[in-house]
C-alpha cells in the first residue's frame, strides 16, 4: 500500500535557524508528493509540491525535493520565523491511481524568539 | 464565498445518535474530498466526488457513514449510530481539476465531531 513517514514533533527553534522535516515515503506507483501545512485555527494550505522524480517544489522559503532513489522529500528552509510555527504534513498521491491524498501524521514546529 | 465553508465547526452527539455535516465548496470546484483526522493523525481520505456522483468512496469505514452531493455543490457526509470511536476531526476540500496532483486540493477548517 501507500504510506508516508514523517518525523516526529515537535520540534522547537529558534528564529533563523535552520529547517529540516523528514519525509519518506512507500508507493505502489508513481507518486505526486506535496507538504501542506496548517496554521492555528486555520484549514490545511498546500505548500508546495513536485510532480516527478528530481523536481524541486518551492514556497515561501521552503524547498523539497523529489528523491526518488532514497523515497524522500525533506523539507527545508534556510532562516525559520516565528509566523512559521505551525503543523506541516507531507503527503502522496499516486498518478492515475485515483484522487486520494496519503497523508503523514504531521509535525508540528514552533519557532520561538 | 471565499473558502470552503464547514458547518457546524464543532458537534457533540451522544453515542447511538445520527448526525450531518454539511461542507460547502469554493464555487465552480467539480471535485469535493472528505477526509477524517483523529487527534495524532494525519487526514485519512473517506470519500471522493466528482459532480454529482461518488468516484471513489473506498476510505469509508462501513456502512453507518455515508456522503451525498445532490446538486454537485453542497456536500453532507452522515453517520449514523455513532460510536465514540467516531470522535475526530472531519475535513471537507475542494479543487477545481480531477487530482490533486493536478491543482490543489482547498480546505475548510473542519467540524470536530465528539460522541459521548
Known sequence: GNSVTQMEGPVTLSEEAFLTINCTYTATGYPSLFWYVQYPGEGLQLLLKATKADDKGSNKGFEATYRKETTSFHLEKGSVQVSDSAVYFCALSITGGGNKLTFGTGTQLKVEL | ?116
Open chain 2, 1 to 116: 464565498g471565499a473558502g470552503v465553508s464547514q458547518t457546524p465547526s464543532n458537534k457533540v452527539t451522544e453515542k447511538g445518535k445520527y448526525v450531518e455535516l454539511r461542507c460547502d465548496p469554493i464555487s465552480g470546484h467539480t471535485a469535493l474530498y472528505w477526509y477524517r483526522q483523529s487527534l495524532g493523525q494525519g487526514p485519512e481520505f473517506l470519500i471522493y466526488f466528482q459532480g454529482t456522483g461518488a468516484a471513489d468512496d473506498s476510505g469509508l469505514p462501513n456502512d453507518r457513514f455515508f456522503a451525498v452531493r445532490p446538486e454537485g455543490s453542497v456536500s453532507t457526509l452522515k453517520i449514523q449510530r455513532t460510536e465514540r470511536g467516531d470522535s475526530a476531526v472531519y475535513l471537507c476540500a475542494s479543487s477545481s481539476s480531477t487530482g490533486p496532483g493536478n491543482s490543489p486540493l482547498h480546505f475548510g477548517n473542519g467540524t470536530r465531531l465528539t460522541v459521548t
